[in-house]
């Protein structure tokens, strides 16, 4: 399977600040890409799909406006959590598509303060 | 909407026993199934898969069976080490590629 690296792996930031957490595919071209958040003792919740090259498709009740997508090669996807508040604190987890099994990366805890 | 739940949110087993982790899915159209461990501060760590044309599954030390006339899933991990102490999920693939994960079973693997 893809082997998926995320970055940063944690990061504490001011409320109303911006964090971007980039997701990289080290060996599959990824045309594909999700991005899950995963609250404390929760399962893991589809955001987004991130495509190459056009618009990410959100899944329904998640802010397009505050979670920004970008896919712009095929081995990297970005999400930018904007105007971070504190209830966007989670554990955000990105996965390739296209090489059954999904591979996940290893996660970034957002805390916001 | 579509889900896919567990039925035990938490399994203590002694170390050396085996453990079952059973899991309940609703899509009827799911035709592919996988099981994902996942430790503590980390992402999803993939165990196993089975498709629906497919009732038994086996890895080393774990066995994923489907029952698709009650839509149930389960995995039996085979004398179970203190390093299989995690959370895990079971996932439906209705779509492609895109995954519903069930709310997660902890497993306690005590000495």
């Known amino acids: 399977g893809a082997v998926v690296s995320q970055h940063p792996s944690w990061v504490i930031c001011k409320s109303g600040t911006s964090v971007k957490i980039e997701c990289r595919s080290l060996?599959?071209?990824?045309?594909?890409m999700f991005w899950y958040r995963q609250f404390p003792k929760q399962s893991l919740m589809l955001m987004a799909t991130?495509?190459?090259?056009?618009?990410?498709?959100?899944e329904q009740g998640v802010e397009k406006d505050k979670f920004l997508i970008n896919h712009a090669s095929l081995t990297l996807s970005t999400l930018t959590v904007t105007s971070a508040h504190p209830e966007d604190s989670s554990f955000y987890i990105c996965?390739?598509?296209?090489?059954?099994?999904?591979?996940f990366g290893n996660g970034t805890r957002l805390t916001v303060t | 909407g579509e889900s896919v739940g567990l039925h035990l949110p938490t399994l203590s087993v002694q170390e050396g026993d085996n453990s079952i982790i059973n899991c309940a899915y609703s899509?009827?159209?799911?035709?592919?199934f996988i099981w994902y461990k996942q430790e503590s501060g980390k992402g999803p760590q993939f165990i196993i898969d089975?498709?629906?044309?497919?009732d038994k599954r086996q890895g080393q030390r774990v066995t994923v069976l489907l029952n698709k006339t009650v839509k149930h899933l389960s995995l039996q991990i085979a004398a179970t080490q203190p390093g299989d102490s995690a959370v895990y999920f079971c996932?439906?693939?209705?779509?492609?590629?895109?995954?519903?994960f069930g709310t997660g079973t902890r497993l306690q693997v005590f000495p």
């Open positions: 996965s390739v598509a296209g090489n059954s099994p999904l591979h």
């Open positions: 060996d599959f071209q990824a045309t594909t």
């Open positions: 991130s495509n190459e090259g056009s618009k990410a498709t959100y």
């Open positions: 899509n009827s159209a799911s035709d592919y």
């Open positions: 089975i498709r629906s044309n497919m």
């Open positions: 996932a439906e693939n209705p779509l492609t590629d895109k995954l519903i």
